[in-house]
């Protein structure tokens, strides 16, 4: 069981259900937004890029003091604020849409702002469940949980968007999409938990840089947080341009269907939650370190496989290697984030939690560029050999000081 009382298990439930809309409408309006853009309001095809972009944009100017700001707050209160940010937000271009006085700028405008309310939410959620769940077991099973939903909204969030628009119609489906933001308010406001009170502290002049550097400082020293942030930074900065251009790498170099290209796309949605689940059974037979070198080994595997398999096997062997990846991912993302909140003072969460995302999407944005240039250098296949080979020195980053002797230890 993962909690021992009714009110803990009440309460992880109701941050479950939350945290779970609030990403599943995050990603629904990847789809719903650009389509909302062309069709509503005759933005050209680079508009509509823009729009994806400002959603994740606020993660590298405000990633950082994101971290400070919240360790100063009740974690719960900013996940409210941020939920009832983008309720409004969406409300409004709901309102703006229905009385026909939405126009370009004011969609960007109003994209911009719930992107930054989706920084500040992130942070504050990742460190808000230790103050919920003390046990590091039952911590870990409630972060694979948690997980679980991430990695299920950014596969199903898209796919359920494209009928959702089609049967309601974008009125309607951004209307569907306000409702899920207040249900998240709800459930989150119903919490009983409270975090304990913290010692209050003078916001001096230059408490933000401060308290950014010290955030900082604690990750870069730590013996067993610095791999992982390592590892997982130089992961993703490959994995970006692999991803960045495998959709016109299957229609142009293997030649797909856009149905076989839409199943290559979904086969994370088999292989994410298999990975969630089994990290915990993982990391109590062999501990976090061994886990997380065995889960980046298979996953690294699986993406260097992609571009093997899909040159002698097509759709078949390109949804083979996903889905290996996909596990190895799944396995290493809960182990991680157990690792870096059993590892992180209290009153530091929030600033290691906000080094984390700020260069895993700095590493999302340098990935995409290098694709693109890459591939007008060389073409698609290079891009997507460069991008897969390159993930292989995760490895090496990750196995290292702190990891290197808790895993390799006999």
Same mark, same amino acid.
Request: some cysteine; proline content about 6%.
């Given at each position: 069981?993962?909690?021992?009382?009714?009110s803990v298990r009440r309460d992880f439930g109701l941050l479950w259900a939350g945290q779970s809309l609030s990403l599943f409408g995050d990603q629904f309006m990847k789809?719903?937004?650009?389509?909302?853009?062309?069709?509503?309001?005759?933005?050209?095809?680079?508009?509509?890029?823009?729009?994806?972009?400002?959603? $994740?944009?606020? $993660?590298?100017?405000?990633?950082?003091?994101?971290?400070?700001?919240?360790?100063?707050?009740?974690?719960?209160?900013?996940?409210?604020?941020?939920?009832?940010?983008?309720?409004?937000?969406?409300?409004?271009?709901?309102?703006?849409?229905?009385?026909?006085?939405?126009? =370009? %700028?004011?969609?960007?405008?109003?994209?911009?702002?719930?992107?930054?309310?989706?920084? $500040?939410?992130?942070?504050?959620?990742?460190?808000?469940?230790?103050?919920?769940?003390? !046990?590091? /077991?039952? &911590?870990?099973?409630?972060? @694979?949980?948690?997980?679980?939903? /991430?990695?299920?909204?950014? +596969?199903?969030?898209?796919?359920?968007?494209?009928?959702?628009?089609?049967? *309601?119609?974008?009125?309607?489906?951004?209307?569907?999409?306000?409702?899920?933001?207040?249900?998240?308010?709800?459930?989150?406001?119903?919490?009983?938990?409270?975090?304990?009170?913290?010692?209050?502290?003078?916001?001096?002049?230059?408490?933000?840089?401060? !308290?950014?550097? /010290?955030?900082?400082?604690?990750?870069?020293?730590?013996?067993?947080?610095?791999?992982?942030?390592?590892?997982?930074?130089?992961? #993703?900065?490959?994995?970006?341009?692999?991803?960045?251009?495998?959709?016109?790498?299957?229609?142009?170099?293997?030649?797909?269907?856009?149905?076989?290209?839409?199943?290559?796309?979904? +086969?994370?949605? +088999?292989?994410?939650?298999?990975?969630?689940?089994?990290?915990?059974?993982?990391?109590?037979? =062999?501990?976090? %370190?061994?886990?997380?070198?065995?889960?980046?080994?298979?996953?690294?595997?699986?993406i260097l496989s992609m571009p093997i398999l899909g040159a002698h096997a097509g759709a078949v062997g390109l949804v083979a290697g996903s889905i290996a990846h996909c596990?190895?991912?799944?396995?290493?993302?809960?182990?991680? *984030?157990?690792?870096?909140?059993?590892?992180?003072?209290?009153?530091?969460?929030?600033?290691?939690?906000?080094?984390?995302? =700020? &260069?895993?999407?700095?590493?999302?944005?340098?990935?995409?560029?290098?694709?693109?240039?890459?591939? @007008?250098? @060389?073409?698609?296949?290079?891009?997507?050999?460069?991008? @897969?080979?390159?993930? #292989?020195?995760?490895?090496?980053?990750?196995?290292?000081?702190?990891?290197? +002797?808790?895993?390799?230890?006999?």
């Open positions: 069981m993962l909690l021992r009382t009714g789809l719903a937004l650009p389509l909302l853009a062309v069709t509503a309001l005759d933005a050209s095809p680079a508009q509509a890029a823009l729009l994806p972009f400002a959603l $994740f944009f606020p $993660f590298l100017p405000l990633g950082l003091p994101a971290g400070a700001i919240v360790d100063r707050l009740p974690r719960r209160t900013v996940m409210l604020v941020c939920d009832g940010v983008q309720a409004v937000a969406f409300g409004a271009v709901w309102a703006l849409l229905a009385a026909g006085l939405l126009t =370009f %700028p004011l969609l960007l405008g109003l994209v911009l702002l719930s992107g930054c309310a989706v920084v $500040f939410f992130q942070v504050a959620y990742t460190s808000y469940l230790p103050s919920l769940i003390h !046990d590091p /077991e039952r &911590l870990h099973t409630g972060n @694979a949980r948690l997980a679980l939903s /991430e990695s299920t909204a950014q +596969a199903a969030g898209p796919m359920v968007a494209g009928p959702l628009i089609h049967a *309601l119609g974008l009125i309607g489906a951004i209307a569907a999409n306000v409702a899920s933001f207040a249900v998240s308010v709800l459930s989150l406001a119903l919490i009983k938990h409270r975090e304990p009170a913290r010692q209050a502290t003078a916001r001096e002049r230059g408490w933000l840089r401060r !308290d950014i550097a /010290e955030g900082l400082r604690f990750v870069t020293r730590h013996p067993v947080l610095e791999p992982i942030i390592a590892c997982g930074t130089t992961y #993703v900065l490959f994995l970006s341009m692999v991803e960045t251009s495998l959709v016109l790498y299957c229609r142009d170099v293997l030649h797909l269907s856009p149905q076989w290209i839409g199943v290559v796309l979904g +086969a994370a949605a +088999a292989g994410y939650p298999i990975g969630n689940l089994a990290s915990a059974r993982l990391m109590r037979r =062999f501990g976090a %370190p061994r886990t997380l070198v065995g889960a980046a080994t298979v996953s690294v595997a699986g596990v190895g991912e799944g396995a290493f993302n809960p182990t991680s *984030l157990t690792l870096r909140q059993t590892s992180t003072p209290g009153e530091l969460l929030g600033r290691v939690s906000s080094v984390h995302r =700020f &260069l895993i999407w700095g590493a999302m944005s340098v990935g995409a560029l290098l694709a693109a240039g890459v591939t @007008a250098l @060389a073409g698609l296949s290079a891009a997507v050999w460069i991008g @897969a080979c390159g993930t #292989v020195l995760c490895l090496p980053a990750l196995a290292r000081r702190g990891i290197r +002797a808790a895993a390799f230890s006999r």
